[in-house]
């Protein structure tokens, strides 16, 4: 089917072998030709003029030239057609050069013509081949012209002539000339073989392949890189346009072929199109083409040489990007979150339409510095923010969050987070700020409501609790008055009874106590600094160490423990009661504690460990539960059940967490973490 003027889409599979035009092929046997008719010529020319003989008579000239022809139609033969291999060009030198020994003598005229007609003969070897041949075609030239004036000399009645010397003295000088011309030649070549083997590296780049035609319309050939973009690896290419257009897909083919014609007949230097193409297997593949084009004296291209890259990576990579870019943008539209950088060294900032919303009316991109985002951040927080994000520049932190109030353009308040990561240069120097701001007034609130009520509940148990000791001092009291005073007067059961309201007022004092220790945890502040944990455990296992040595327990502690960022009392604390649990909750013979510090997933994780009772899967979660026992009031040493609670709660407040891995029998593991600086203490430092 045609599809433009002068290409015709032959379908897929169908081949066409193009044979040599016959100038070419005349051209490739004259070499052979020439050689038959010059022993013709030189026979003829001996016996015509019946020549003096020399060192052969005319019959043994016959014979030997009967041999020359033979052994050049022998070379003919091996060649094949094809373009003759330097052992062939040196065994056609051999018999040529025998055959001019041969009949260089015998000729009685002056000067030696054939010696110019064989240095001509094999100045052709030096263009077909190397340069080496071409001087190793001279040399043996250099010793045929020696031999033939030595024969000329002894054989011919007159001798050498001065002919003789004066074309060999010639021949020579061309010869030198020629030496000349073709060294040049042969660094040329050289040279660009070196240039033809870098572009060969940069064509041999995945996807990219070279392309050329002579013949626009009806010619192209490719390279296998190209083939291989066609998924035709192995396959032969027909060289034929109409081929390479049936590859492309057919949404595109009329678009190509209509450019592509308009392109030869009447475009300009350079070619360039993108274009789908097809393969066998039905994969589709994006390549682009370019190409620049030599034109005739009419305006037409003449010839085009060009390269194609596969864009198939590309354009996938080009469309994921784009289906992200959606997903982000509709995730970020949702959300309401303002995405932005900041050029730190150029005061400007970029951003996406999301943070227009925070700017005055008609505010241009271009204008965006950091002054006049300060000037959207209400006055009582202003100072302050700009003193923390300088600070955080001139620092070497790379994490940047921050929380303020700003007032939007219709003049309502809002509360506005950030979270932003700083790239700084080889030196340190902060280049560009990358964050994100969100409207974060009812988190605000919601936190403020919430602090309010933990105030309020915090207020009422420190209340409640220091209301409800007065009446337990005063039943503890009196129950002490009645078994002093009239124990004489009650009976055993009597005296039971009272002696079970004071174990019961001394248990219910103890538990208010614990309640305010929990209730002035919360209300009070961290004192948190860098603090050496090994000295804190030291002190810990001093003061157990009467239990430690009365249940026999091997302590054992692998490696000293890392420096934390922490309150070193409460730490203390948290150590003394799961040493105390560990201690308290094993009923083992040798028992054992280890106490450590792994990294997991980039995170310090402590762990005191045990092998004591150990405690069902079921009951993990129980154990952190306020008042909560897993055994009977009295059973191993008795307690109030608030002990882990406050471990619990210490974790929570440097912003860790706390976690159990354990089973009956087998002992038991508290895991807990204590970062660096967690993300409660940021915000409150971004409020402060």
Known sequence: MAVAAGLEVRPRGERHVRAQPPLRQLAYYSQFLYRAIFAGLLFFYVSALGLAPGFLDRVGIAIAMVIYILAVVLIMVLAGGQRL??????????????????GVPHDPLPGMPTLLVFYLSYADLGLRNQYRHYVEALLAGAVGGALMLFLRAHYTAGGLYPADLWQALMLTIIVLHGLQIFSGRDRALKLARATQERLQLALDSPGLGAWSTSDPLVELKVDGHIQSVLGLDGERFSDRMADYISCMHEEDRPRVVERYTRFVKFGGSDYEDEYRVLRPNGEVRYISSRGKAERGHLGQAVSIAGIVWDLTDQRRQQERM????????????????????????????????AISSFLPPGQQPQALKFSLVLKLVHPEDREGFSRRIHAALEGTQENYFDEVRIRLPDGRIRVI?????????????????????????????????????????????????????????????????????????LDDEGRLMIQKIRDQARRMETLIAELLHISRMSRGGMAREDTDLNAVLHDILESLDFSLKEKAVDLRIPRPLPRAHCDRIRVGELFRNLITNAIKYNDKTDRWIEIGCEVINLDRVF?????????????????????????????????????????????????????IESRPGEGTTFHFTLPERNLHEQEQDARA
């Not at 982000?328 to 900041?342: D, E, G, H, L, M």
């Open 85 to 102: 291999t330097p052992r062939l060009q040196r065994a056609i030198i051999g018999i040529d050069l025998c055959a001019m020994v041969i």
């Open 322 to 353: 784009a289906r992200m870019e959606e997903r982000y943008r509709v995730a970020t539209s949702s959300a309401r979150i303002a995405v932005w950088v900041w050029h730190c060294q150029e005061d400007r900032l970029e951003y996406d339409d």
């Open 417 to 489: 987070q950030c979270r932003a990561t700083i790239l700084r240069d080889e030196r340190g120097r902060a280049l560009r700020m990358a964050g994100a701001n969100w409207d974060a007034t009812r988190l605000a609130q919601a936190r403020e409501e919430l602090e309010r009520s933990n105030r309020e509940l915090d207020d009422f148990t420190y209340t409640a609790s220091h209301d409800l000791k007065e009446p337990l001092r005063g039943i503890a009291s009196f129950a002490q008055y009645l078994q002093q005073d009239y124990a004489e007067r």
């Open 607 to 659: 762990y005191v460990r045990d092998n004591g009772i150990g405690i069902k899967p079921e009951h993990h979660a129980r154990v952190f539960s306020l008042f909560e026992r897993l055994h009977k009031r009295d059973a191993y040493g008795g307690g109030t059940g608030v002990g882990l609670t406050i471990v619990q709660k210490i974790v929570q407040l440097h912003g860790g967490r706390i976690w």
